[in-house]
């Protein structure tokens, strides 16, 4: 009896018996989100712009659709339309109107009366060295900021002393809005190289200083922000040559291009 062999136990056949719990699990958690999804809503305006960032195509699903219907397409067992995408640049606005109780000669006297108001303002507080005023032409008014006097070198910060004259400023253009198409704020720089803690070039100072006086005007006075436009252009639209002090000096600056309601 001691030489006899234990019998062999019979091998499993199939899978593992492990693998039929864990097909249930699966199972299970399958039909757990199928059902959450069930429950859930999809916003249609949002899921129509996850679409468009992928496509650059509107697709909007129908119902039904006539198979000789031209521009049409199936996709995943659905029907869609697709459509160009708007371009992402929106229509002009139409220009601002004269006012109707305005005419043309009226509102040509009135723009070259705010020219005189801060030329005499300039002159008479001998700020010639700091800020000038000049046509660009007869519907637009140049008005230029030197940044020596304006800013601290290689900083957007505003000088206490120049915030008093910006102030003035603002407040005759507050006066003539209604004769305003835009007020542009440009910033400019020389063509020496700047990298510091704030700034990685002159475009970014540019931006910065034209942005900062943008925001002063918006503090100080009740201009609307839809006649503000703060733009950049670094060293790249000099006035003078940038071989000399004093021509890089010039270059640095900050523009105000003021635009009446005639400009085309």
Known sequence: MRGRKKP?????????????????????????????????????????????????????????????????????????????????????????????????NELKERFDELYERIKNYIESNNLGYILNVEYIDENTILVRMSDSAFFDSGSARLDEAAKVVLDEVCGMMEEYTYLLQVIRIEGHTDNVPIRNALYEDNWELSMDRADTVRKFILDV??????????????EYHPIASNDTDEGRAQNRRVDFIIESLLKN
């Open 221 to 234: 006075s009740e201009i609307h922000p839809g006649l503000l436009v703060s733009s950049y252009y670094g």
């Open 8 to 104: 062999e136990e019979p091998q499993e056949e199939g899978s593992p018996a492990w693998m039929n719990t864990y097909g249930d699990m699966v199972t299970l958690l399958l039909t757990f989100f199928v059902l959450l999804f069930s429950f859930s809503t999809i916003d249609a305006a949002k899921w129509e712009e996850i679409v468009n960032s992928f496509t650059g195509l509107h697709v909007v699903a129908i119902t039904e659709l006539d198979p000789n219907m031209p521009d049409y397409e199936e996709s995943d067992n659905r029907f869609v339309i697709t459509t160009p995408a708007p371009s992402a640049t929106p229509p002009p606005s139409p220009a601002p109107a004269v006012p109707p109780d305005m005419n043309v």
